[in-house]
């Protein structure tokens, strides 16, 4: 049977970045109407690849074929001209515009001189309604939830006649329902003709939504396979090059003394109407971690703040290891022994444009072993940063280039290396392998636990919840900016979870029943 051309065919691209081959010969077909996943290790060169595809980067060598002619994107612009959509991770929209103002932005439809925002409605109206993405125009894009502004996200690649859509780890940002909902809508983009390629490291939503798969390790393509025919640990071995176990071994042992204390902790909105956090007890031990669900958004930030000192403490304490710490700097915290692996590393954890050494020091460089009295000891920092980047296995060009040119899995890993190494007494962990590939996941998990097992205290903040089961010895849930119950490990469900998550208290716990 003769097959139809590629709506994309990529041949041979190459790309080099200084010291890296970031894409090393890459051949890829994407076929109408399928969605072709791209899976591969942190760094591997997936985002690169897309870059080439949508006119962000021009490769070294080789060719992009669309529609089976010969196309030189040089700038996402063409991109859009042929029919290429980006929807990125980061969302680029303007928070106090309309939902349908975001759209049309930059090609909006006019009658005269003036915007003519009756059609613009209509036009988004009818993509929502045909794609199923359920999306109400007139609201305000500060008002809407992280789900909603990657769907109109999506709407803006539609609305420019986007044919092929590219999905940059499209759920890293969302919640499980919204996970779901999204999976069903790239099912409706692909039955409606468009053809989709995209990038995760989740291989179940990989099994659950691709038609096919290509796998990329070091920049180049180690195989292309039907996603039917194959499964998630032949999947898994391709990408890292060897067996990734799926299983952990935790150890049951008792946990030592209390360390971490969180007492009657009440905190108000910044509008100083609501309570953020609401009567928040609960203790971790050295040698045990924490799990804490919940949706997105019900505390899990202001609670983090208020442990590292990043927000003042109304009422309530927080001691650590029998010193309170309520009314202490962030900076005494650290040095009482509080590490974070921040949620969002660009912002918090990370200077991009510093160099990874420096990066690798940002929270320990007035330590007596890299300089002392205003001298700084760049030979220590540098070998301490070497030792942390091959331990750690960050992939990088080198120490000395900026934090900026490493993939966001390597960003990730870097953070890590530098938090655990500081030898903490509390190590407060926000979805720490968000974006990470499954080979790093597994190495991460496991320096969670030998941390654990040093005797550490680790509150493990996490949205996925097989990694709360997998990792914790307690699961608490918080909902509303209160803890609505505790389970061990061993009595805990879904069902359980869930009906906490949705705002019910354990039974014992006080107020409504679970
Ligand atoms: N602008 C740049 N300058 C220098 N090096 C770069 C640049 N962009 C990417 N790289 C390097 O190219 C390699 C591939 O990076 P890329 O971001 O494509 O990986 P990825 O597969 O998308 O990884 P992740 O899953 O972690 O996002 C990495 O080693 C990265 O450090």
Do not use: C, W
């Not at 999905?167 to 999204?182: C, G, K, R, S, Y």
């Not at 921040?342 to 990066?359: A, M």
């Amino acid at each position: 049977m003769e097959q139809a051309v590629p709506v994309v065919e990529l041949r041979g691209i190459t790309k080099r970045f200084p010291g890296i081959v970031a894409n090393d010969n890459i051949s890829l077909q994407l076929r109408k109407g399928e969605i072709h996943a791209l899976l591969g290790e942190n760094g591997a060169g997936k985002s690169t690849l897309m870059s080439i595809l949508f006119g962000l980067y021009q490769p070294d060598e080789g060719e992009i074929y669309v529609n089976g002619s010969r196309e030189i994107i040089d700038g996402p612009g063409k991109a859009i001209k042929l029919g290429i959509g980006m929807v990125h991770q980061h969302f680029k929209l303007v928070q106090n515009f309309t939902v349908a103002e975001n759209i049309v932005l930059g090609i909006e439809p006019r009658r005269g001189f003036s915007i003519n925002y009756r059609q613009a409605h209509r036009k988004v109206s009818e993509l929502s309604e045909q794609y199923g993405l359920k999306v109400d125009p007139k609201v305000q894009i500060q008002d809407i939830t992280v789900g909603m502004q990657q769907r109109v996200e999506i709407l803006k690649t539609l609305y420019r006649g986007a044919e092929i859509l590219i999905f940059d780890e499209p759920t890293a940002v969302l919640t499980v329902q919204e996970i779901h909902e999204l999976m069903q809508i790239l099912r409706n983009l692909a039955a409606e003709g468009k053809s989709i390629i995209l990038i995760t490291h989740k291989l179940k939503e990989i099994m659950e939504v691709s038609d096919r798969v290509t796998v990329i390790r070091r920049g180049r393509v180690i195989d292309t396979l039907t996603t039917s025919e194959t499964n998630e640990s032949e999947l898994a071995e391709k990408m890292v090059g060897r067996r990734v176990s799926f299983q952990l071994d935790k150890e049951k042992r008792e946990p030592g003394p209390t360390l971490l204390q969180v007492n009657h902790l009440t905190l108000r909105g910044s509008d100083k109407g609501r309570n953020v956090l609401t009567d928040v007890s609960f203790e971790i031990r050295a040698g045990e971690i924490y799990g804490l669900a919940g949706v997105d958004g019900n505390g899990q930030h202001e609670l983090v703040d208020a442990i590292t000192g990043l927000r003042p403490i109304e009422s309530g304490s927080v001691v650590l290891g029998g010193v309170d710490l309520t009314r202490k700097s962030v900076r005494d915290r650290m040095s009482a022994g509080v590490a974070q692996i921040p949620e969002d590393r660009q912002k918090q954890g990370l200077v991009l444009d510093f160099k990874v050494s420096e990066n690798m020091v940002l929270t320990t460089y007035k330590d007596s072993r890299f300089g002392r009295g205003g001298f700084i000891d760049e030979k220590a920092i540098n070998e301490h940063a070497s030792k942390l980047v091959g331990e750690f296995d960050v992939r990088t060009a080198g120490i000395h280039v900026p934090m900026r040119s490493l993939s966001g899995g390597n960003q990730q890993k870097a953070i890590i290396a530098r938090e655990l190494t500081r030898d903490p007494q509390l190590l407060i962990a926000v979805q720490p392998t968000r974006g990470l590939d499954i080979g790093a996941i597994e190495f991460v998990h496991e320096r969670l636990l030998q941390a654990k097992n040093e005797g550490k205290a680790i509150l493990l903040i996490s949205y996925e919840l097989d990694e709360l089961y997998k990792m914790s010895d307690r699961i608490a849930v918080i909902f509303d900016g209160q803890i609505m119950g505790e389970l061990d490990s061993e009595e805990v469900d879904d069902e359980k979870l869930g009906l906490m998550m949705s705002g019910n208290r354990l039974k014992g716990e006080g107020g409504g029943a679970a």
